[in-house]
């Protein structure tokens, strides 16, 4: 395998394993995504990145990325407001495009996926969903409880990471920001629908993070 090969095998490893920018509008959750909508999810997250000359330019558009499925409190405007990442199949592949044309630049030469890497981001059968939260002490999220709420449906993950070890937040507020990631099946949810996730922390406190699948693709 070259050098670009073992570069795409290992960014897909990083997607696929830990883990958008886009110009339409969204009417749901993509879940049957064709090789050649991949393609221009890819191409959507390059445009963007190949036009950043400066790490200013750079962080605008991760910025922008984030926001584009993010749920729930905007960071930027409410640092300790709960929020979540929804890493959708989108998502993923517009994140590969703007490391593609990150790698392209390094390289000077062109990086791209290879279709059969593309296929398996298209094929997978779950949502990740990154959880942000804030507590009292650095380890206020460990054994957090999570669910997706949509109506009087209740939907389980079918997993949850650890949480990290707080990070001390600065200004007025709680004391610490953590994060922790939870897995859902697409088959589990309906990908058109207003949502609730809803956090049980093990002091008894709640987290509520509103999100509106309609408006994320």
């Not at 926001?67 to 960071?75: F, I, W």
């Not at 590969?96 to 000077?108: I, L, N, P, T, Y």
């Not at 922790?180 to 309906?190: L, M, N």
Request: overall charge neutral; glycine content about 8%.
């Amino acid at each position: 395998m070259g050098a670009h090969g073992q570069w795409a095998r290992g960014m897909l490893f990083v997607f696929i394993g830990g883990l958008a920018f886009s110009s339409s509008p969204a009417l749901a959750i993509d879940v049957k995504l064709s090789m050649d909508d991949a393609q221009k999810a890819l191409e959507a997250g390059r445009a963007p990145m190949d036009k950043a000359n400066s790490p200013e330019d750079v962080k605008k558009v991760l910025q922008q990325a984030s926001l584009a499925t993010r749920v729930g409190s905007d960071p930027e405007k409410d640092p300790c407001g709960p929020s979540a990442i929804l890493r959708t199949k989108r998502y993923r592949l517009e994140a590969f495009g703007r490391q593609e044309a990150s790698e392209s630049k390094k390289r000077k030469t062109e990086i791209r996926m290879p279709d059969e890497f593309i296929k398996k981001v298209v094929d997978m059968p779950n949502m990740e969903v990154e959880v942000q939260l804030c507590g009292d002490d650095e380890y206020f999220a460990e054994g957090a409880v999570i669910e997706m709420q949509q109506g009087t449906k209740k939907v389980k993950p079918i997993d949850v990471g650890k949480a990290e070890r707080g990070r001390k937040n600065e200004g007025s507020g709680p004391a610490y920001r953590s994060r922790f990631t939870a897995v859902f099946a697409y088959e589990s949810f309906d990908p058109n629908a207003a949502s609730v996730f809803v956090i049980n922390l093990q002091d008894g406190k709640e987290a509520r993070i509103n999100a509106d699948f309609s408006k994320v693709k």
